[in-house]
């Protein structure tokens, strides 16, 4: 049976509402999009692609960033929500 691509995201609250999307396929994240527009300009703000790649490349992880503690805490509860969604 040939595995469907399947969408899911999650929301957590950092310093504002940080959200991601991802794309699983045969139990691996092939696609990652991270939203950390609400958080603090210069500091979570810009994290959001450098999150998103780490995420598709280590499979749901990715390296806390130092000063952005609340970012990177809020980025992990919203990807263990959209895992738990992935069937």
Do not use: P, R, W, Y
């Amino acid at each position: 049976a040939c595995a469907q691509a399947e969408t899911v995201t999650g929301t957590a609250t950092g310093m504002g509402a940080v959200s991601v999307e991802l794309t699983v396929e045969d139990g691996k994240i092939t696609a990652a999009a991270v939203d950390t527009s609400h958080e603090t300009v210069g500091i979570g703000q810009e994290l959001g692609e450098q999150f998103a790649a780490q995420i598709v490349e280590k499979q749901g992880e990715f390296d806390a960033v130092s000063g952005a503690t609340i970012t990177s805490n809020a980025l992990k509860e919203a990807v263990k929500a959209a895992l738990a969604q992935a069937k």
